[in-house]
């Protein structure tokens, strides 16, 4: 009977916070670690990468559920899909506003509707007819940084270009904080989820790969990924799907998880993205080329956190 | 120096109409050849395509701009994307109700934007901004197709669930007529765009497979692919990104067109999809597991029709 293990991680990109912070995300990686573990003892990886993905949502230090960032509007909009091995389905929505926990209400979509991926303001209709609890709006941290973002934009410093590279670049500076969970239960089922808050500044509308079944997240009864970076090169490669192929009956999971993210890396450059990866016997591995991509693993009661 | 080739569809599944619209369809594909060629002439594979696929939403015979099909509100709601190999980028839109023309909003978002993927009322604001025309409505076909669909379910005809899988079964009655196009250019440049109204009585929001890199749509410089179909499956297949891995040096592109083909009946089964694939030397092949694909080819000022 396989062990039932489960990997979790914050995001990568650069992470140059105060110490304080980064203690708070460690710890809220432990906890989400936790959580899925003690889930995983009766439940399924599905439940398991929900309630872990719920757990780093809630905590209001990532950019996801209620930490999340804002678009170019000031406006929270997020992302997030899940797949199951055991039914081969996945459920995903995106451009949603309304659902404190968007990884729920993408659960929702796979066990409730024929569908994979809804979006705008049907899909936040669903999460409010559903009874979802509701998002509480943009975090005064990040009102403030938006607040900043609007005046340097005034004052010349961004290129005023609708939403040029330029942004993007400079935008680069900020820490991403996706959310991502990767689980294998006692019956070695895996699963996947991914959430996020997307880019700052993104325009309103932009959906990156956490929605997106092989970019943001994957998952087959071999392995299952959730990645974490820039969504429009991660769309563009399909990330997860490559992962989750690599590392499927590969004898060194570490060994092939780094040859898909050197690979990755040659196309895009480094400060791009990076993913965790879970096999059926319950490796796993973070790869990022970012500065930093915090991540933890949990399996029999041991608990470990890395990537930073 | 590469011989310009084209190829576009319209759509995988039960082609039963009458005679009458069959040749409209047919006449349809032939337009959206010859453009496509004349456009090849002198200009890249990204212009044919998004040229082709626009005479096929504007004809108001399949399932795409406006002939576009309605959701269960009974609006028009569409999905398109677009990719170039020579940028290696992507460009698509869901869940949008203003463009007469989303495959020319798709490629916007790739050209004017850093993201692949814009949605909702936001890309329908880009759309009003930019100046694209502006969508009709549905077409009075597609209207009395939903009054009629609305009187079977109010007499109870179909299951009341949210959105059941049997009335996907239900549904699977009617053609989905989803567009697309690949080509590649002089410079033996590739490219592929798809469009769609989405499947008819879809709950509003939901976005399939047209709009999503490697699914619905693909294209490197080895070969270049068209998707059509059940979204969901096609999402969680990748079916263009399969598609034009396998074609890609094969010596057979059939062949081996075919061997993905079957590989998706496999999991899937029949009556689900269906694909065009054309590679780097311009030979093109359309797969499909339904009743009919009617798909056109055209290269060196010769065109055939097939797939009827």
């Not at 609890?133 to 004052?155: D, N, T």
């Not at 609708?162 to 990767?182: D, E, H, N, Q």
């Not at 880019?199 to 990924?225: E, H, Q, T, W």
């Amino acid at each position: 009977m396989p062990t039932p293990a489960i990997a979790v991680h914050g995001g990568a990109g650069r992470w140059e916070r105060d110490p304080e912070t980064l203690g708070r995300v460690q710890q809220v990686l432990r906890e989400a670690v936790e959580t899925g573990l003690r889930v995983l003892n009766s439940g399924s990886a599905l439940d398991a990468v929900v309630e872990a993905v719920k757990v780093m949502e809630d905590s209001g230090v990532l950019n996801a559920g209620v930490g999340s960032t804002v678009d170019l509007s000031g406006s929270v909009s997020m992302d997030a899909g899940v797949m199951y091995s055991r039914t081969g389905r996945a459920g995903a929505v995106a451009y949603v506003k309304y659902p404190r926990n968007p990884v729920v209400l993408a659960r929702y979509v796979m066990e409730l509707t024929d569908h994979v991926l809804l979006v705008g303001d049907a899909a936040d209709l669903l999460a409010s007819r559903l009874g979802l609890e509701r998002h509480p709006g943009p975090l005064e941290r990040v009102r403030r940084m938006y607040g900043e973002a609007v005046q340097r934009i005034a004052r010349g410093e961004v290129p005023q270009r609708f939403y040029s590279r330029s942004i993007s670049l400079w935008l680069s500076k900020f820490p991403t904080g996706t959310v991502g969970a990767v689980a294998v239960d006692r019956e070695g089922e895996l699963a996947a989820a991914t959430s996020t808050g997307g880019v700052f500044l993104k325009m309103p509308g932009r959906v990156g790969d956490s929605p997106i079944v092989g970019a943001g997240f994957y998952a087959n009864r071999c392995a299952a990924a959730s990645a974490t970076g820039i969504g429009e090169f991660i769309i563009l490669y399909h990330l997860s799907l490559r992962a989750v192929e690599a590392v499927c009956n590969a004898l060194d999971v570490a060994e092939a998880a780094e040859r898909v993210m050197a690979d990755f890396t040659s196309r895009f450059g480094r400060d791009t993205a990076g993913f965790i990866v879970i096999d059926r016997l319950g490796r796993a591995y973070g790869a990022y080329n970012t500065q930093a991509m915090p991540w933890a693993y949990g399996a029999g009661g041991r608990i470990e956190l890395r990537g930073l």
